[in-house]
């Protein structure tokens, strides 16, 4: 555990600014990301698109979204480009304008395209400047910025449904202020990262070779876990943000609006467990909240299908609570396990999640579609299970200890003496 003296030495270096600011980018991206397929509809209609050609489309966004965060994480980590942020944003800008004033078909795959690409920028860097700005607070830093994503996608649909669809698809170049408004922000985020982040990322680079010190194929299998675990969580989270609503409908005879509201307490309990599931890895160790995260939830997930009503409502809370919890600490978990590759990283993770949610609601839709809604819940129930392969995962502070610490030496008269007593890692144990 973290001594309370370090603790305060690191919350006094934590740049709270840059943090805020890297929160709020992702708030805006996010939301006008999330734009795109609140407003199908009405490109079906506008375009005379079939289901096929909608289906290329989300691909087309997802695939450079999803597949290219990894590729800029991999390259920002070997050349750090503290600029690639506004310019990420400034992608995204020009999606919203060609999205605004499409013409045709191929024009709206390009802006499909173009927005992916911002928010594959953003992702990876933004991680990488939170883990900068964090002051050691590695796992608030990054739920403090992926909560920000949270809100945007949703907002995104209700702005989608208030301004888009009541004034036309060419208002969605009004949007392009809150892409300006990232671009600002994220000019003065890259003045800092090359100013003071650089630096920060030496030391942190540096101090986490020595901690992390495990032989490559450990390394290796800690990440397959991991992406394990991912699959887990995105793919029963899917469930219960593609189908809930629908779930709700048939099982009870809820009206929309009553479905509706029940789908925001789980959004907003899913917000909660985000912003607290990064402070309690720093607290209690990453593993510990992984492993709680991820399998701890299994009670909730089995009893949700037999419940009635009111239980749903009430089960639907720490299901949200506990299984978001565990994406800040997983991240955070992965990039002290390869400090080196804090972009490579993020953007694998944020891009798994990305994918995973897609291909996730995709399979359950298709399970539905050949069963029930209340089939595909009582099966999905069981996903949690794979948290058991947590078990797995190596506490990253007792390994490299053991790294680090020097053999006792001998002296004349024949005498152990002690080792010298090795700091703790920061990774809560």
């Not at 480009?81 to 004033?101: D, I, K, N």
């Not at 009541?166 to 892409?179: D, K």
């Not at 990232?182 to 990262?193: K, M, N, R």
Request: hydrophobic share 50%.
């Amino acid at each position: 555990m973290t001594k309370a003296g370090d603790g305060d030495t690191a919350a006094a270096k934590t740049a709270f600014p840059i943090l805020a600011a890297i929160s709020v980018c992702h708030l805006l991206n996010d939301m006008m990301q999330s734009l795109l397929p609140a407003i199908y509809p009405m490109l079906k209609s506008n375009y005379g698109l079939d289901f096929g050609q909608i289906g290329v489309l989300t691909f087309t966004f997802q695939f450079t979204a999803s597949v290219l965060q990894p590729v800029i994480g991999f390259y920002t980590d070997r050349r750090p480009m503290p600029y690639s942020l506004p310019a990420g944003m400034g992608f995204t800008l020009a999606g919203l304008v060609l999205l605004a004033y499409a013409h045709n078909y191929p024009v709206l795959l390009l802006a499909a395209a173009l927005i992916g690409i911002g928010s594959a920028v953003l992702h990876p860097e933004s991680s990488r400047v939170a883990r900068m700005a964090s002051g050691g607070r590695h796992g608030f830093a990054q739920s403090l910025f992926q909560v920000g994503g949270n809100a945007g996608t949703a907002i995104g649909p209700l702005l989608a449904a208030f301004i888009v669809l009541r004034y036309g698809q060419s208002s969605v170049a009004w949007f392009s202020i809150a892409a300006l408004l990232g671009i600002f922000l994220l000019v003065h985020v890259g003045h800092w990262y090359k100013d003071h982040g650089l630096a920060r990322m030496k030391s942190h680079v540096a101090k986490g070779r020595e901690q992390a010190a495990l032989p490559r194929v450990k390394v290796m299998v800690t990440i397959a876990v991991l992406i394990a675990l991912i699959f887990s969580k995105f793919f029963y989270m899917a469930s219960l943000t593609s189908y809930y609503t629908f779930y709700l409908i048939d099982q009870f005879q809820v009206s929309i609006q009553s479905a509706q509201v029940h789908l925001f307490v789980f959004l907003g309990a899913v917000a909660l467990g985000t912003i607290s599931g990064g402070s309690l890895g720093d607290r209690f160790g990453r593993k510990t909240v992984i492993w709680i995260s991820i399998l701890g939830v299994l009670p909730f997930t089995l009893l949700l299908p037999h419940a009635n009503l009111f239980w749903t409502g009430v089960l639907s809370v720490p299901i949200g609570f506990i299984l978001a919890s565990a994406f800040p600490a997983i991240v955070v978990y992965a990039q002290e396990l390869m400090p080196a590759r804090v972009g490579t990283v993020a953007g694998l993770f944020f891009g798994l999640a990305f994918g995973l949610g897609g291909i996730g609601a995709a399979v359950l839709g298709e399970v539905a579609d050949a069963t029930s809604i209340q089939t595909m819940f009582h099966v999905s129930a069981f996903l949690p299970v794979i948290g058991l392969l947590a078990g797995f995962l190596p506490h990253l502070e007792t390994e490299s200890r053991r790294q680090r610490l020097p053999t006792p030496s001998v002296d004349l008269t024949g005498n152990v003496e002690p080792s010298p007593v090795q700091g703790q890692s920061g990774d809560g144990h």
